[in-house]
């Protein structure tokens, strides 16, 4: 006899953030009257935020994927109170040594050559770039802050549809890629210096220049939070409390592991219009491959929680509306990969590096200092340390993807843990199995950016590249010439006589990080499914940029304003004294 077929009031497709928070509001608020689902297609929940705790490291989590959030009123609003709300502990996520020497004795190594962060402005000239006159002084953060300032002084205190408006050179900025616009207003040099010394390919890729000038999250004085159990523990506790409210589906039915959704069709239901194909899966060693067994689901509305590349693996009518086809692939999918490295002891510490991260422009590109274990609250007495050897994306991914492959690495069992560990215990087995070669290479460039003869063997490692299928990369960015405001709204709805929705970072204002990705989940829930704005939430703070639900009204009739013009203007020409002034030295 066949099983009888799920019937949902609402489908939600996607375990990730933006997935799991979906369905926890709705359930909060409508599962005593409605049934919801939610799908994941491999065996975790998280997606794109994968917590890792290496042996020995009971304390110090291995962030595979998003790692920290913004706090305070003018950072990630949504995300910083719902972790409040949910009564998660979050720690600090240092950037830097204790104030006030923070960041500034971080090391850099770029074309051969070794210097400070401090050595920006206190001796510009160890800085291996020729520079033009007005670009020396500035770290690279700063350096596009100065950009910024010279096309348009008090950019970043307009809103996106103040931005949309603004023109450089007769084009307005939205049509421009980032890197167009920087070839037009600043050297080669100084370009690439930003490229190599920001650390990320991606905060000069050729992204609309809309979004990428004002994006400047690295600044000294921006202060990280991240979750003391890892960032994945948000997602699993929402998915853990969607599966505990009381509500019409019984609990064991709502959440539904190792399902690959393969097709949305239409059927000719008033009840329930669309049908939903699963294929079952299974996942081994943290890799997900197609099993036995397949399903079909009824649903009255879908929400997909995905990224760009997980929609475009679906066969749906959908994605043949003309508006949808031209405006799915308006994002660029950024690779990003991290390779983590486990210590008997913090070598770094003698070189007065605490926290934060050295920059290089070899494939390692940025090394993060993780932490000790014994200096954890309620850590134990161990020196186990964790440094992320190598953050990296875009242009440097396909390095460590050529060394993947080989004999595998085994590492060693630490002291502390002698006779309580297998040796093959040591490496958690995982989708992507590290290499001893790449642990070897990365060692190797560890060991240069420190001007080190010899660094002590790593004794455990992982390593996770966000490249494959289903994701297509790490995050994503707006491209050039995409009424981004439009966009951003109608991609939560994008077929208007259909009750399909799609959220999740990729569309959003927040790509890269989780903020982004609750924000466009959360006002598609109050703008289509009747949602109430959530009590913890501030109502000051905007979901969108935007006026929804058709975005800006461009051409703007209005002049841009000009609110307290004086006051902007003079910050810039200090904030340029401040670059002259260093550039002297």
């Given at each position: 006899?066949?099983?009888?077929?799920?019937?949902?009031?609402v489908?939600?497709?996607?375990?990730?953030?933006?997935?799991?928070?979906?369905?926890?509001?709705?359930?909060?608020?409508?599962?005593?009257?409605?049934?919801?689902?939610?799908?994941?297609?491999?065996?975790?929940?998280?997606?794109?935020?994968?917590?890792?705790?290496?042996?020995?490291?009971?304390?110090?989590?291995?962030e595979v994927?998003?790692m920290?959030?913004?706090?305070?009123?003018?950072?990630?609003v949504?995300?910083?109170?719902?972790?409040?709300?949910?009564?998660?502990?979050?720690?600090?996520?240092?950037?830097?040594?204790?104030?006030?020497?923070?960041?500034?004795?971080?090391?850099?190594?770029?074309?051969?050559?070794?210097?400070?962060?401090?050595?920006?402005?206190?001796?510009?000239?160890?800085?291996?770039?020729?520079?033009?006159?007005?670009?020396?002084?500035?770290?690279?953060?700063?350096?596009?802050?100065?950009?910024?300032?010279?096309?348009?002084?008090?950019?970043?205190?307009?809103?996106?549809?103040?931005?949309?408006?603004v023109?450089?050179f007769?084009k307005?900025?939205?049509?421009?890629?980032?890197?167009?616009?920087l070839?037009?207003?600043?050297?080669?040099?100084?370009?690439?210096?930003m490229?190599?010394?920001?650390?990320?390919?991606?905060?000069?890729?050729?992204?609309?220049?809309?979004t990428?000038?004002?994006?400047?999250?690295?600044?000294?004085?921006?202060?990280?939070?991240?979750?003391?159990?890892?960032?994945q523990?948000?997602?699993?506790t929402?998915?853990?409390?969607?599966?505990?409210?009381?509500?019409?589906?019984?609990?064991?039915?709502?959440?539904?592991?190792?399902?690959?959704?393969v097709?949305?069709?239409?059927?000719?239901?008033?009840?329930?219009?669309?049908?939903?194909?699963?294929?079952?899966?299974?996942?081994?060693?943290?890799s997900?491959?197609?099993?036995?067994?397949?399903?079909?689901?009824?649903?009255?509305?879908?929400?997909?929680?995905?990224?760009?590349?997980?929609?475009?693996l679906?066969?749906?009518?959908?994605?043949?509306?003309?508006?949808?086809?031209?405006?799915?692939?308006?994002?660029?999918?950024?690779?990003a990969?991290?390779?983590?490295?486990?210590?008997?002891?913090?070598?770094?510490?003698?070189?007065?590096?605490?926290?934060?991260?050295?920059?290089t422009?070899?494939?390692?590109?940025?090394?993060?200092?993780?932490?000790?274990e014994?200096e954890?609250?309620?850590?134990?007495?161990?020196?186990?340390?964790?440094?992320?050897?190598?953050?990296?994306?875009?242009?440097t991914?396909?390095?460590?993807?050529?060394?993947?492959?080989?004999?595998?690495f085994?590492?060693?069992?630490?002291?502390?843990?002698?006779?309580?560990?297998?040796?093959?215990?040591?490496?958690?087995?995982?989708?992507?199995?590290?290499?001893?070669?790449?642990?070897?290479?990365a060692?190797?460039?560890?060991?240069?950016?420190?001007?080190?003869?010899?660094?002590?063997?790593?004794?455990?490692a992982?390593?996770?590249?966000?490249?494959?299928?289903?994701?297509?990369?790490?995050?994503?960015?707006?491209?050039?010439?995409?009424?981004?405001?439009?966009?951003?709204?109608?991609?939560?709805h994008?077929?208007?006589?259909?009750?399909?929705?799609?959220?999740?970072?990729?569309?959003?204002?927040?790509?890269?990080?989780?903020?982004?990705?609750?924000?466009?989940?959360?006002?598609?829930?109050?703008?289509?499914?009747?949602?109430?704005?959530p009590?913890?939430l501030?109502?000051?703070?905007?979901?969108?940029?935007?006026?929804?639900?058709?975005?800006c009204?461009?051409?703007?009739?209005?002049?841009l304003?000009?609110?307290?013009?004086?006051?902007?203007?003079?910050?810039?020409?200090?904030?340029?004294?401040?670059?002259?002034?260093?550039?002297q030295?």
């Amino acid at each position: 006899m066949q099983a009888q077929e799920l019937e949902l009031d609402v489908a939600v497709v996607g375990g990730g953030a933006s997935g799991t928070y979906s369905a926890w509001r709705l359930q909060h608020e409508q599962g005593e009257q409605q049934r919801i689902g939610l799908f994941e297609y491999s065996d975790r929940i998280g997606g794109r935020l994968f917590s890792i705790n290496l042996p020995g490291l009971p304390n110090v989590v291995a962030e595979v994927g998003g790692m920290r959030y913004i706090p305070g009123p003018t950072g990630h609003v949504l995300v910083d109170n719902l972790v409040k709300q949910l009564r998660l502990p979050s720690k600090a996520f240092p950037m830097g040594a204790p104030p006030p020497v923070g960041s500034l004795n971080n090391l850099f190594y770029l074309r051969g050559k070794r210097f400070r962060y401090r050595d920006f402005k206190e001796a510009p000239h160890k800085i291996p770039y020729d520079l033009a006159w007005s670009e020396r002084g500035f770290g690279p953060e700063d350096l596009q802050v100065k950009v910024m300032n010279y096309v348009y002084p008090g950019f970043d205190q307009l809103s996106l549809c103040q931005q949309m408006q603004v023109k450089v050179f007769g084009k307005e900025i939205w049509k421009y890629g980032f890197w167009d616009l920087l070839y037009r207003v600043m050297s080669n040099e100084g370009y690439q210096f930003m490229k190599d010394a920001g650390g990320y390919d991606a905060n000069v890729a050729n992204a609309s220049a809309v979004t990428q000038l004002p994006a400047t999250e690295y600044s000294d004085d921006t202060t990280f939070l991240t979750l003391t159990k890892g960032f994945q523990s948000l997602p699993l506790t929402l998915a853990a409390k969607f599966a505990k409210l009381p509500g019409l589906l019984p609990a064991k039915q709502r959440v539904q592991m190792n399902q690959r959704l393969v097709k949305i069709s239409y059927a000719k239901d008033r009840d329930f219009p669309y049908r939903l194909h699963f294929q079952s899966t299974v996942t081994e060693d943290g890799s997900t491959r197609d099993a036995e067994g397949s399903q079909v689901v009824k649903a009255k509305k879908i929400i997909l929680a995905m990224p760009r590349r997980a929609l475009e693996l679906i066969d749906a009518p959908l994605f043949d509306d003309p508006w949808l086809k031209e405006n799915l692939g308006s994002v660029l999918m950024q690779s990003a990969f991290k390779l983590f490295l486990a210590y008997e002891q913090p070598w770094w510490r003698s070189l007065g590096l605490v926290a934060g991260r050295s920059v290089t422009d070899l494939p390692v590109r940025q090394v993060y200092y993780m932490g000790t274990e014994c200096e954890q609250p309620d850590g134990e007495p161990t020196l186990n340390s964790l440094l992320m050897a190598s953050y990296n994306d875009i242009g440097t991914v396909p390095f460590w993807k050529g060394l993947e492959d080989g004999a595998p690495f085994v590492g060693h069992v630490p002291s502390s843990l002698a006779g309580q560990l297998q040796a093959t215990e040591v490496v958690p087995r995982s989708e992507f199995q590290v290499s001893d070669e790449m642990v070897r290479v990365a060692q190797m460039q560890v060991t240069q950016v420190h001007d080190q003869v010899e660094l002590p063997r790593p004794y455990s490692a992982v390593y996770h590249a966000w490249d494959a299928d289903p994701y297509g990369g790490g995050w994503h960015e707006w491209k050039a010439n995409y009424r981004i405001d439009q966009i951003l709204c109608r991609m939560r709805h994008p077929v208007p006589d259909q009750q399909i929705h799609i959220v999740g970072e990729a569309y959003s204002m927040g790509q890269g990080w989780v903020e982004g990705a609750l924000t466009v989940a959360e006002s598609t829930l109050q703008d289509f499914f009747g949602l109430k704005r959530p009590s913890w939430l501030p109502k000051s703070y905007d979901l969108l940029p935007v006026p929804t639900p058709d975005g800006c009204a461009l051409p703007g009739s209005e002049p841009l304003p000009c609110q307290d013009c004086g006051k902007t203007l003079n910050a810039v020409t200090t904030f340029a004294y401040e670059g002259i002034e260093h550039g002297q030295h």
